[in-house]
């Protein structure tokens, strides 16, 4: 059974890429230990992230719908590119990789396992995880432990 696709996609990623992407994640949480009024605003736009999945998806379908609309008004000829983005759509699935992803992956685009790292370390930094208080049942957030 192939790796999950966090780290399949990982796999496949030159290794200077995958730090440098871990770098900026790493000074981006120790920014917010030094400014934690502003994790609030961070959580924010992390939900509103696009990982490497969600963009390969939509770079996929653009391509298509591209492919389909010349292959139609110009010529057949490109019709191959619909064709063509399904393939690497096929390849990325079970290989985890395809020729879009490194540079995808150089633009910064990560995992969603990378992102859920960030979202973690700053609620951790935000007291979400703390101990419960006293003899009470929840936790500085007010959210209920078990």
């Not at 992390?46 to 298509?64: P, V, Y």
């Not at 390849?91 to 685009?109: I, V």
Request: with cysteine.
């Amino acid at each position: 059974m192939p790796p999950a696709t966090q780290q399949r996609v990982a796999e496949h990623t030159a290794e200077h890429v995958n730090r440098r992407i871990q770098r900026a994640t790493e000074r981006r949480v120790w920014y917010y230990t030094q400014h934690p009024d502003e994790i609030e605003q961070r959580l924010d736009e992390i939900e509103r992230e696009w990982d490497i999945e969600r963009a390969l998806e939509a770079n996929a379908a653009i391509a298509g719908f591209l492919g389909v609309a010349l292959g139609l008004t110009k010529s057949r000829f490109w019709l191959a590119l619909p064709a063509l983005v399904a393939g690497f759509l096929f390849q990325h699935a079970t290989q985890g990789w395809c020729p879009p992803l490194p540079a995808l992956r150089r633009l910064g685009f990560r995992t969603s396992r990378e992102i859920e790292d960030e979202r973690n370390a700053l609620r951790a930094l935000r007291g979400d995880f703390a101990e419960p208080a006293g003899n009470g049942a929840r936790g500085k957030r007010g959210t209920a432990k078990s």
